[in-house]
DNA sequence: TTGTAAGCGTTATCAC
DNA sequence: GTGATAACGCTTACAA
């Protein structure tokens, strides 16, 4: 039962190996007749063709590539990978692919697992993230002429193919929704400060007081540790100020309830007297106390157009413009008045 | 660039295209002069093997399977499903395998997807999660010689390859732990009932009363989903009862949590009037007030046992027991006192 | 010890 | 319109 080939639908149906194949691929020109005895047998024998030897004849596997950078136990609570990875997978299904995923924990075994990839053609194309100032995998991939996208930004913009959600806007958006709600004094909690989403998102920022005419002090502006426990440690820092803050943009939700905890210990109410604001719209902001406000990704529309767009550029259709945002979202909770 | 073969090395190293496959595969009869010649050539090209063309002629993929049965958004805060994929992943990795993820929405999509992963080979063998009661893939697979491991509990014990987490055990500690902290009135909120994890843990919990002399009360016991407004429903109806619960066991963390707002917001004071505890030990225990006590099932250890066995079962080695069963862990927090 | 050649299951290009 | 036949890139008898 196990191995039915095309060959041996051929016999049963008493025409050649070819013209299964034929039938199979909707070629128009095949007969009517021949058509039904062949689909019949087809359908008893419940026969679908070897994804193998597709692959190596059409040179190509159907498969598209994510290459994880994170040990496992870091990947499990982090809800934007596994939201992406779940959008990606139903669109690639959509289409007619599957989803191969890897790991390397690594920058060393990154290179070797992205050479991998690439060389041994396992994948028709690989969907990149969290992309580094200067990425060796994208100079290599554009080099080889290996399909593949970008989520995050790159310069130049029409380098190469790239979907990004606008964190500069979301950091924007986020600021002057506050300086709307009348608050001037507004602190800015990062995450680690070499990462491009950081900066983005402070950029955002800065050009939102800048625009309302609101001087930027540097003094409201901290970094810390993605963790409940980072968000308590610069909200601390943020309260020793002469000045304190009225606000705070948080570079996540998990930051943010961490600052907004700290407040509450030193018993500020919230959002009457320090409104807090986070980023990702993760579960989280529906299970604390006040409920809080948050500037969601769009992950499922940025990983459908990525994905969309790597099987264009798989499959030889033009994909412009090559750099593609998608913007964010607010969503106005308590934590916010 | 692009396509280097093997024919291509054989020319430039002055060999037969045979004879590299040789070279590349460690035949002990190639001889050193021409082994050398042919690693040369071929780490000058850096040439990798082609995997398709490997697949189709080895007939096997070195690819696992695993079918996510949820819709996107809810995997994306399903921290179970990633560390249980990034730890496969891992696994997998270590030798020599990849994982193909697949979604499928709908219980139709279901035998869609798992009939069609079958039947084209495009992977060597599948993980199975969140096995029901009569699990047609299962019968499936079996008839079919195909191989998978069950990560669940399945009965006749050596009818299939199967890695456990004890969750009779589980509900069993978690219940027990309870009773000696002494609840006497103590509630089971599971997830759908029709899940072996849902019927498994309720197993442990009966067991558990029983063998404390406590009589088993249907009313105590609800099924819901698992959410946190699953959580939150559930908890509504056991308040609604003449005699409330003084102790809750709740299916996952979410469901817990859940609950547990929805006793505070009665007023209810916890653990001093009501303990809970939850199973998964997620980062979320750790994010309520007060924190919450938790069950954690092992599941690196889980995904790298089963994925091991999967690949055994691939590769023709046998499989002894064919159940494993890997223990829990009970992580105490405030909410049980 | 090495080269030649068959074949893995398809698709596509030929003749007929 | 249909049936032989040649690839696709690799592994492995078998021949030399």
Not at 37 to 56: F, I, N, T
Not at 111 to 132: P, Q
């Amino acid at each position: 039962m196990a191995d039915i080939k095309q060959s041996e639908i051929a016999r049963l149906a008493g025409v050649s190996q070819a013209t299964v194949s034929r039938v199979l691929n909707n070629d128009p020109q095949v007969n009517e007749e021949m058509r039904r005895r062949v689909l019949a047998v087809v359908e008893m024998l419940g026969y679908v063709p070897d994804a193998r030897a597709q692959s190596l004849r059409a040179q190509r596997t159907r498969l598209l590539g994510l290459v994880i950078h994170r040990a496992p136990h870091a990947l499990a609570y982090d809800p934007f990978f596994s939201a992406l990875m779940a959008s990606i997978i139903e669109e690639a299904g959509r289409h007619g692919y599957h989803l191969c995923v890897d790991a390397a924990r690594t920058p060393r075994s990154q290179r070797a697992i992205y050479e991998e990839l690439l060389r041994t053609r396992r994948v028709d194309g690989l969907i990149l993230v969290e992309s580094e100032t200067r990425d060796q995998r994208i100079v290599r991939l554009t080099e080889q002429g290996f399909p593949f996208v970008l989520l995050g930004r790159y310069d130049p913009p029409d380098a190469i193919c790239s979907v990004d959600n606008d964190n500069v806007g979301a950091g924007f958006m986020a600021t002057e929704f506050l300086i709307r709600k009348g608050h001037r004094r507004i602190a800015y909690i990062g995450g680690a400060s070499g990462l491009t989403v950081t900066r983005d998102r402070l950029q955002g920022y800065r050009h939102a007081l800048e625009q309302h005419g609101i001087a930027y002090d540097p003094h409201y502006v901290v970094f810390t540790e993605s963790s409940l426990l980072g968000g308590q440690r610069a909200m601390e820092d943020l309260l020793q100020l002469p000045q304190p803050p009225t606000a705070v943009v948080a570079m996540d939700d998990l930051i943010a309830v961490g600052a907004m905890r700290t407040a509450q210990g030193h018993g500020i109410r919230i959002p009457d007297e320090m409104a807090f604001i986070g980023f990702n719209d993760t579960p989280l902001c529906e299970m604390v106390e006040p409920t809080l406000t948050s500037v969601a990704i769009d992950i499922p529309t940025l990983a459908r157009v990525a994905t969309e767009r790597l099987i264009a550029l798989i499959e030889g259709r033009p994909v412009e413009p090559r750099r593609l945002i998608v913007p964010a979202q607010l969503r106005e909770r308590e934590s916010t008045g």
